[in-house]
Nanobody, 116 residues
Framework: QVQFVESGGGLVQPGGSLRLSCAAS????????MDWYRQTPGNQRELVASITSSGSIPNYADSVKGRFTISRDDAKQTVSLQMNSLKPEDTAVYYC?????????WGRGTQVTVSS
């Protein structure tokens, strides 16, 4: 059974930074494209950032471009999301997700709260 351990969430003031990490196990991590999603109560999950298995040019939602950076370390089977210049509207539960050939696996999520 695929497992993800997400970490790095918490409470931060507007303008601050957080780094989320997602460590995968029981998966050949290097073969999977990796995504970060976020979700607020009553809303659908929103794709925030994605990176292919090759680590080529990542993609970002317009709302986070220039502030968030996704990266991966295949040796450590980890995908990270560096979040800078955080805004209150970035408050959400953030999920990592792995996808390949129509299959998708989800982490359990980590709460990010941006508030003064």
């Amino acid at each position: 059974q695929v497992q993800f351990v997400e970490s790095g969430g918490g409470l931060v003031q507007p303008g601050g930074s957080l780094r989320l990490s997602c460590a995968a196990s029981r998966i050949t991590f290097r073969l999977y494209d990796m995504d970060w999603y976020r979700q607020t109560p009553g809303n659908q999950r929103e794709l925030v950032a994605s990176i292919t298995s090759s680590g080529s040019i990542p993609n970002y939602a317009d709302s986070v471009k220039g502030r968030f950076t996704i990266s991966r370390d295949d040796a450590k089977q980890t995908v990270s999301l560096q979040m800078n210049s955080l805004k209150p509207e970035d408050t959400a539960v953030y999920y990592c997700s792995a996808r390949r050939l129509g299959a998708r696996y989800w982490g359990r999520g980590t709460q990010v709260t941006v508030s003064s």
